[in-house]
């Protein structure tokens, strides 16, 4: 469904548009901004929305907001044929 590994080259321009595999997908950067999440506040946060081809009357979209030195601090997914909408959000972090 979704994949699970991901990897970013920073800095990402805002704005920047890409198709990701299997074609038709697509993401998009949408801006950039600190996010508080319980791990702490990280900024710069890059919001990433990809949208997923899953057919007619599917909406399946994931919003990733990514810290270039931790990954993943926040991720936002809905399915509407499953019936998702989760929030998922980092809890620990500490600097290697």
């Known amino acids: 469904m979704i994949a699970p590994f991901?990897?970013?080259?920073?800095p990402i321009e805002i704005g920047n548009s890409w198709i990701t595999y299997p074609s038709g997908?697509?993401?998009?950067v949408f801006g950039?901004?600190?996010?508080?999440?319980?791990a702490g506040r990280?900024?710069?946060?890059?919001?990433i929305d990809t949208r997923y081809n899953c057919g007619i009357g599917c909406d399946r979209r994931e919003r990733e907001w990514v810290a270039p030195l931790v990954g993943?601090?926040?991720?936002q997914i809905t399915d509407s044929q499953l019936g998702i909408?989760?929030?998922w959000r980092l809890i620990g972090y500490?600097?290697?």
Do not use: D, R, T
Request: a positive charge; glycine letters at 0%.
């Open 6 to 10: 991901k990897s970013y080259q920073f």
């Open 25 to 28: 997908n697509s993401s998009n």
């Open 32 to 38: 950039v901004s600190p996010i508080l999440v319980p």
């Open 42 to 47: 990280f900024f710069p946060s890059y919001a």
């Open 72 to 75: 993943v601090v926040q991720k």
């Open 85 to 87: 909408n989760e929030i």
């Open 94 to 96: 500490a600097m290697p």
